[in-house]
């Protein structure tokens, strides 16, 4: 399947079976780490979520575009790029050192399980869309938070708790 072909999936607002069945076991899954509990790196859990977001931010600003219109493009045509781009660097090495002084082994791991996703969005989004686009860039989120929780979970049960 092509590119534009992809894109125009996405545009489409209906929703198909496979999205169901791919929202359903994100859920199941999201719900089943956090059941599993993730002890004492709630800190990085939740740092998580704003690693997330700096590594959206500098993807909205720094890969090529999906499309000239749409979110992505209306994000990156209203920023000071320099500006934005290194506010999104700097927050996201200030909150690994913030992780890192608190729990250096889930400091490390959420870095690096953060960056793995983000070169994964990168060559996602260019491979198979020619760029980004809002909707990738939500879809970044919700997976590198998926495998920051699987991590924590990981690192709990490697612990032996």
């Given at each position: 399947?092509?590119?534009?072909?992809?894109?125009?999936?996405?545009?489409?607002?209906?929703?198909?079976?496979?999205?169901?069945?791919?929202?359903?076991?994100?859920?199941?899954?999201?719900?089943?780490?956090?059941?599993?509990?993730?002890?004492?790196?709630?800190?990085?859990?939740?740092?998580?979520?704003?690693?997330?977001?700096?590594?959206?931010?500098?993807?909205v600003?720094?890969?090529?575009?999906?499309?000239?219109?749409?979110?992505?493009?209306?994000?990156?045509?209203?920023?000071?790029?320099?500006?934005?781009?290194?506010?999104c660097i700097?927050?996201?090495?200030?909150?690994?050192?913030v992780?890192?002084?608190?729990?250096?082994?889930?400091?490390?791991?959420?870095a690096?399980?953060?960056l793995?996703?983000?070169?994964?969005?990168?060559?996602?989004?260019?491979?198979?869309?020619?760029?980004i686009?809002?909707?990738?860039?939500?879809?970044?989120?919700?997976?590198?938070?998926?495998?920051?929780?699987?991590?924590?979970?990981?690192?709990?049960?490697?612990?032996?708790?």
């Open positions: 399947m092509d590119k534009e072909k992809r894109l125009e999936i996405m545009k489409d607002p209906n929703c198909g079976a496979f999205a169901v069945m791919g929202g359903i076991g994100y859920f199941a899954l999201s719900t089943g780490l956090w059941c599993e509990g993730i002890g004492d790196n709630i800190f990085t859990v939740c740092m998580g979520y704003f690693i997330s977001r700096s590594l959206s931010g500098a993807a600003l720094t890969f090529p575009l999906a499309k000239n219109t749409g979110l992505a493009a209306a994000f990156r045509k209203g920023a000071s790029q320099k500006l934005s781009v290194t506010v700097i927050g996201f090495i200030l909150e690994c050192a992780m890192i002084c608190v729990d250096m082994t889930g400091g490390i791991v959420t690096a399980v953060s793995i996703c983000f070169a994964g969005h990168y060559i996602n989004c260019v491979k198979n869309f020619g760029g686009s809002g909707d990738l860039s939500g879809a970044f989120l919700q997976v590198c938070e998926l495998a920051i929780l699987a991590a924590a979970v990981f690192l709990r049960k490697m612990n032996g708790v």
